[in-house]
């Protein structure tokens, strides 16, 4: 049996223990972080095998080169003509709950790509997303929904549970994690054509969230240091968030060429929620489920766990505003787990004061304040691909997620560069050169935000608050 290291009160895997079914695909460890506890499942059991035919086939360009379904605009005729209602299948192996994670992948990918088709069609014609198709059909509304449930996930795609974090695979068992390893399982543009730009966003994250096993380690060493008021720990595991996020604003950095601004709205499409969204203006009525439309957010990588982390552990400030509302109803999007945790690490940082507590010696504080750095420079890179993947390239005016494209990141953004103003005014002097670099940097970009804001709320007519 693997071991679980208890952190008072959440149980952190250290063994993640990829043998056991009964265990959900997703619980928080210091070895694979945010990561699933193993490898995502690639192939179903032989009684999915016609949802296996039609996710090959789906495809704007399938693996061998030829059109998919998506790109001669048959997706949901072809699902309505052969896919059959395969909930019995999914009851059979209702206790292997990797495996439903497995299955809530590969239905959520249909939904969303059956749903969205006709919107897709338009785009690219040129035109408007207009509407999408308003009822799921209940030989999808009906599994989805079960495995959904089994797995611990809304009957809608997500990021973590579907199309990024359970949507890779190994192309050689021995080579781990590193990017060059990496493939998808499913898409919606080519295939699974590892070059293509929507493997490449899918992968890039995959990648980054490689580096949060370093991150939940030394959250949790700092938080246990600060119990027992052990100023060494603690700026030992600080120095490991430092260390961990680095390497995330590392790897997010080679988004710029792996996935090209130029196609992404390509694949976006299929990627939106319900809610919120002009193609969805009263929900969604899944078949056989319920007679009352139902609606969901979409896939974002805003629904990730290790920003949000940070922001618990080193007690962030939000403003108090509907953007921030927004913030707090993506919880819903994410694996119990890892909901479950953060609601954890934010109760424990508040209980030991753990902004105070950094803040009473200058070596700390300036750990403290380089900690902050790395997520401004997460979220200040997260703003310029909004802005050059999304605002220079569509009118459309809300995110994936159903948040507004223009003011909801830079809501969270400004936080956190007001947050280094205080700690920097509070110590000025005080914390070294290292520090005085960094803000250098944020006293700009919160300008240059400001005035970026402003631009693109004018162009769009778009209240800037």
Known sequence: MGSITPSTSFNVLRDTRPEDTTLPAFMV?????FLPRQEPIVQLPPEFDVLESILTRMPMKTLDGEPGLLSTFTLGETVLKELPDLTAAIDK????????????????F?????????????????????LARQTLPSIIALPISRCAELAGFQPFMEYAGSYALFNYRLADEKGGLEYDNLRLIRAFQHGLDPKSSEAGFVLVHVDM????????????????ACEVNSREKFEGGMNKVIQAMTKVNKVMDGMWQKSKPGDYTSFRTFIFGITSQSMFPHGVVYEG???????????????????????????????????????????AYRPGNHR??????????????????????????ALYLLALNQVRDFRWRHWTFTREYILKKTSHP?????????????????????????????????LGKACEEVMEIAILQKETLKKEVEKYCRERNVDVN
């Open 398 to 430: 809300v995110a994936t997620g159903g948040s507004p494209i223009v003011t909801w990141l830079p809501n969270q953004l400004q936080a956190v560069l007001q947050a280094m103003v205080e700690v920097w005014d509070a110590n000025e002097g005080k």
């Open 289 to 331: 489920v319920s007679e009352k439309p139902m609606s969901f957010r979409g896939e974002s990588g805003a629904n990730d766990s290790m920003i949000p982390l940070c922001d618990n552990f080193l007690q962030i400030a939000m403003p108090d505003t509907p953007l921030t509302s927004i913030l707090q109803d993506f919880r």
């Open 29 to 33: 460890s210091t070895t694979r972080g």
């Open 340 to 365: 479950d945790f953060l609601e954890y690490i934010k109760g424990k940082s508040s209980e030991l004061s753990l902004r105070s507590y950094a803040l009473q010696e200058a070596s700390s504080a």
């Open 110 to 130: 249909l939904a969303s790509a059956y749903l969205l088709e006709p919107c897709h069609e338009r785009f690219m014609k040129g035109e408007t997303y207009g």
């Open 93 to 108: 192996y209702q206790d292997n709950l990797p495996l439903m994670n497995a299955l809530y992948r590969d239905y959520s």
């Open 209 to 224: 969230v490689r580096n949060s096993g370093q991150l939940v380690d030394g959250v949790i060493t700092a938080l246990d």
